[in-house]
């Protein structure tokens, strides 16, 4: 079947809504240090809190904000986009499953499978090689809504609406 290739058309309204459901934006220990050293450049403040807890070894970071203290509002795009992290460079690929994003939403309705970059896909495999099982191998995991709960608490969550 024919496919259509994926192209962001750049509404920025991935960068606008950062916090989801129980988490925010994920940022591995590098990328956190990355995006703190940049938002001293850019004069402004990264703010996250930890996302998993009861790994060793391991550490993931979340941001707490809805809309992303990169996002340059006046030209609509991003101010760090060279250096902005893993879970930008896959969106809206998501090992979770793909995420609401407007071009996507827009080639769905044509019916035909859709054609992510092989760059966009490499970054998702990377994602899924190293965050991902992070998450998964958690015991405790801090919501932005609830604090820190057992992981089990959140699949729980999801699935029955908690
Ligand atoms: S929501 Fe989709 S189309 Fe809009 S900027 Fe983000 S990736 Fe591009
Ligand atoms: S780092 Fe850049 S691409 Fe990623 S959410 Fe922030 S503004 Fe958007």
């Excluded at 956190?32 to 809190?49: E, G, I, S």
């Excluded at 054609?115 to 896909?121: G, R």
Aim: hydrophobic share 40%; aromatic share 10%.
């Amino acid at each position: 079947m024919r496919s259509v290739p994926f192209k962001c058309v750049k509404c920025g309204e991935c960068c606008k809504h950062l916090a989801g459901r129980m988490f925010g934006m994920v940022l591995t220990p590098t990328e956190y240090m990355r995006m703190n050293r940049l938002a001293r450049m850019h004069a402004t403040r990264l703010d996250a809190v930890p996302l998993v807890g009861g790994v060793i070894g391991s550490r993931l970071y979340q941001m707490t904000h809805d809309t992303c203290p990169f996002f340059d509002k006046r030209r609509n795009n991003c101010k760090i986009y060279a250096q902005r992290p893993i879970v930008c460079r896959m969106y809206p690929l998501n090992p979770s499953g793909l995420m609401g994003c407007t071009a996507l939403t827009k080639l769905t309705k044509m019916g035909l499978p859709v054609a992510f970059p092989e760059e966009m896909k490499r970054e998702a495999t990377k994602y899924l090689m190293t965050v991902d099982p992070i998450i998964k191998g958690a015991n405790l995991v801090y919501g932005l809504d609830h604090g820190w709960k057992p992981k089990n608490w959140f699949t729980l969550r999801e699935k029955f609406g908690v």
